[in-house]
């Protein structure tokens, strides 16, 4: 089995910082990306940052220059420092962990429980 779960999730004023973890813990034989999407009320669940195995990161134009992503493979855990906060991205933020369970197994996609982000103005 796998487990997700995410964490440091809060409540902020408006420009505030938060940092979440999200850490995939389990039968894992390899990990392929990992990624953060946010979930605002009344909208779609959005992708809001993403980092290849390697160095590679992309994020969405809304959140640049404000918002990090990083990850401890050795850890399996993936972190989101965000910054300057806006009330518009109150919303629950989800991990999403694309892995193998075993060498033979195909890709499948893993998400966490959620982790709950207020920002008031």
């Known amino acids: 089995q796998v487990q997700v779960a995410e964490s440091g999730g809060g409540s902020v004023q408006f420009g505030g910082s938060l940092r979440l973890s999200c850490a995939a813990s389990?039968?894992?034989?390899?990990?392929?990306?990992m990624d953060w999407y946010c979930h605002a009320p009344g909208k779609q669940r959005e992708l809001v940052a993403s980092?290849?195995?390697?160095?590679?990161?992309h994020y969405a134009d809304s959140v640049k220059g404000r918002i990090t992503i990083s990850r401890d493979n050795s850890n399996n855990e993936v972190y989101l420092q965000m910054n300057s906060l806006k009330p518009e991205e109150t919303g629950v933020y989800y991990c999403?962990?694309?892995?193998?369970?075993?060498?033979?197994?195909?890709?499948?996609?893993?998400w966490g429980q959620g982790t709950q982000v207020t920002v008031s103005s």
């Open positions: 999403r962990v694309p892995l193998r369970r075993t060498a033979t197994m195909p890709i499948q996609q893993y």
């Open positions: 389990g039968n894992i034989f390899s990990i392929h990306g």
């Open positions: 980092i290849a195995t390697g160095v590679g990161t």
